[in-house]
Nanobody, 126 residues
């Protein structure tokens, strides 16, 4: 059973940076697996943020975060990070890590991901 555990959230001021981590265990991902980050604010559906191939190379970003967010896999570790720069109050949300195997495209719909973490809260004050 795949387990995903997010960490790194917190309360920060606008303009700061955060690095979120998603630690994966319980399953061996392969070259067709992808790990994604979503976020959700109260009253809204989860918004796709970014995704990365488990194997080397390949990333994809949502339009609202391009240029400020970077997704990647920590070398030699079963961890995917999300680096967020120039945080703004509108980035306040619960950030979730998700994963799926056998991905032949970039999936932005949350329903396409069977594995989820519990989420980590990011709060940005103005």
């Amino acid at each position: 059973q795949v387990q995903l555990v997010e960490s790194g959230g917190g309360l920060v001021q606008a303009g700061a940076s955060l690095r979120l981590s998603c630690a994966a265990s319980g399953h061996t991902f392969n070259r067709d697996s992808i790990v994604a980050w979503f976020r959700r604010t109260p009253g809204k559906e989860r918004e796709f943020v970014a995704a990365a191939k488990w194997s080397a190379g390949g990333t994809y970003y949502g339009d609202s975060v391009k240029g400020r967010f970077t997704i990647g896999r920590d070398n030699g570790k079963s961890t995917v990070f999300l680096q967020i720069n120039s945080l703004a109050p509108e980035d306040t949300a619960v950030y979730y890590c998700a994963a799926r195997n056998f991905a032949n495209t970039w999936y932005v719909n949350e329903r396409m991901y069977p594995y989820w973490g519990q989420g980590t809260q990011v709060t940005v004050s103005s």
